[in-house]
């Protein structure tokens, strides 16, 4: 497979560390500019998370979509999706995104295996997320709170199983990137870690770096809508 034009960009982290809210976050803010270049924005950037990948192979009658199924459970249970699985599903989706030049991807890579999803692009970053084990808890609660469960949040010891991959599959990956990542902290409010990411992505050669200087400067402007989003995600409450 040759390697894509796009400019990839992975987010991971931790369960209930964000990594959905938050490509979509940066999808909506880098949205506005394609339209007003007169493209189609499917043309131009698209974004997706693996589990939602994966849900949609499994409702295809084919033999991918027959072995995600098959493992379905286990997911539900707290473990990872086997990697060639993974890397399957991605394989088998990234051809229909031919037309990208940005592609926001959550979820991946999680283990060391599945550090071969970047080399199909020529330009990729992993942007991650640190989360304590209570950060992450909370986030899920109020997540299953807000009636967002997922097939994988079940309960206690679910979670402690999800963590215990995390821990000993997926950090260790953090230190494999040989400096291609962006690390970034829940605790850090979700403004500043959007402006941090689009700094960073601004400092890397032979990206696309007017894309990332409108999203950086829409977080600038006090008065755009994406702020209103952003208070309705960390303060819903007061929403």
């Not at 964000?18 to 490509?23: E, L, V």
């Not at 131009?44 to 084919?62: L, N, T, W």
């Not at 950060?135 to 709170?145: D, H, K, P, Q, V």
Request: net charge positive.
């Amino acid at each position: 497979m040759a390697k894509s034009d796009a400019v990839a960009i992975f987010c991971t982290g931790p369960a209930g560390s964000g990594k959905t809210t938050f490509i979509k976050l940066m999808n909506e803010l880098l949205t506005p500019r394609m339209q007003r270049v007169g493209q189609s924005v499917n043309q131009v950037v698209d974004y997706a998370d693996m589990s939602g990948i994966m849900r949609s192979f499994m409702e295809e009658e084919s033999a991918l979509g027959s072995k995600l199924a098959y493992n379905e459970a286990s997911m539900a249970s707290g473990k990872y999706m086997p990697d060639n699985l993974v890397i399957e599903t991605f394989e088998n989706w990234l051809p229909n995104k031919s037309g990208a030049k940005i592609l926001l991807i959550g979820g991946a890579p999680r283990t060391e295996r599945q550090l071969e999803l970047l080399k199909h692009f020529k330009k990729a970053v992993v942007v991650h997320t640190e989360a304590s084990k209570d950060e992450s808890g909370t986030a899920i609660l109020r997540r299953m709170e807000k009636g967002g469960v997922r097939m994988d949040d079940g309960n206690q010891s679910v979670f402690d199983q999800r963590w215990e991959e995390y821990e000993t599959l997926t950090k260790p990956v953090l230190g494999k990137l040989n400096g291609n990542s962006i690390q970034l902290q829940r605790s850090t409010p979700l403004t500043q870690r959007l402006m941090m990411t689009f700094e960073e992505l601004l400092k890397k050669e032979h990206f696309n770096g007017r894309l990332f200087q409108h999203g950086l400067n829409c977080l600038k402007t006090p008065q755009h809508p994406i702020h209103t989003k952003i208070r309705e995600i960390e303060n819903p409450i007061l929403i």
